[in-house]
């Protein structure tokens, strides 16, 4: 018998949905390993991504409040005397404006600007976007490079920004297979970008320490003290015995375990398991 070669046809219609969708209402991203599919069945599902082992870890951007794109036009031309036909899409960049300047979040932007991502969008009615796969009922990511820009300080016009700009790796493909999913829980509570820390000695005596974010050396002592000590001590912290929190020095006092010097923050997943969001060990 011979071999046939066959030409696949797609469906067509053109009809409109009972519930059709709010593309404004984005309001997170979340990024991942290319070629990582999120977990984000659930609310625990989703924040433990957020704060999982590298490398499998997804990096929550909670806080978006504008996105505009810019590109993907349809490029036609035309042979001959014949007339202008579809010839592809132009590159699409989209720009999505964070809630404020973070001088840190721009420089970890500018470090992996070239590095390919599998992004998730998120919106306030509890939707997550992605792209369609046949058989599955499980979005994938949409392929992506990032890069920032906006300003670092307030103008005469305008308040200092970050902006994420998302380089569509396949725009044509990310407009044929764009897919949306509603998760029945409050999914930007969920959403995490996680800040390193570090636990730091207060005087040359003593056992005295605060939480100390890396990059601009904020005490976050205050927010985060009282989770890290008490019952939770152990599940947050190595090389000690027993620690608590005292609100009116606000430090967290430690009880090093024999040989020990120093307490170590465990990693983001233990903390995650453990009720404390949002950091990671410098």
Not at 65 to 75: D, F, K, L, M, V
Not at 225 to 236: E, K
Request: glycine content about 8%.
């Amino acid at each position: 018998m011979s071999r046939l070669r066959t030409c696949k046809s797609d469906s067509f219609f053109t009809g409109q949905s009972v519930c059709e969708i709010d593309y404004s209402r984005i309001r997170g991203m979340v990024l991942v390993d290319h070629g990582t599919t999120l977990n984000y069945e659930s609310l625990s599902d989703l924040r433990a991504a957020c704060h999982a082992d590298l490398p499998n870890r997804a990096y929550g951007f909670p806080a978006i409040i504008n996105w505009e794109p810019s590109g993907g036009e349809a490029q036609v031309s035309q042979v001959g005397y014949g007339p202008n036909t579809y010839n592809g899409m132009s590159p699409r960049t989209d720009a999505f404006t964070l809630d404020a300047f973070r001088h840190y979040l721009r420089a970890q932007i500018l470090n992996n600007a070239n590095k390919v991502f599998d992004m998730y969008l998120f919106d306030d009615k509890n939707q997550v976007y992605g792209l369609n796969v046949s058989g599955s009922d499980t979005l994938a990511g949409i392929p992506v490079t990032i890069y920032p820009s906006g300003n670092d300080h307030a103008g005469a016009s305008d308040k200092a920004s970050l902006v994420v700009n998302v380089v569509y790796q396949d725009v044509e493909d990310y407009m044929k297979r764009l897919d949306v999913v509603p998760l029945d829980y409050e999914v930007l509570t969920a959403i995490y970008g996680l800040m390193p820390v570090e636990l730091v000695k207060q005087g040359s005596t003593g056992s005295n320490y605060k939480v100390v974010e890396k990059y601009g050396a904020a005490d976050a002592t205050a927010k985060y003290g009282a989770l890290l000590a008490g019952t939770n001590a152990s599940s947050c912290m190595d090389d000690i015995t027993a620690a608590t929190y005292d609100a009116q020095d606000n430090v967290i006092s430690v009880t090093l375990a024999s040989g020990k010097t120093a307490p170590v923050l465990k990693k983001a997943s233990s903390l995650c398991t453990a009720g404390v969001y949002g950091i990671q060990p410098a």
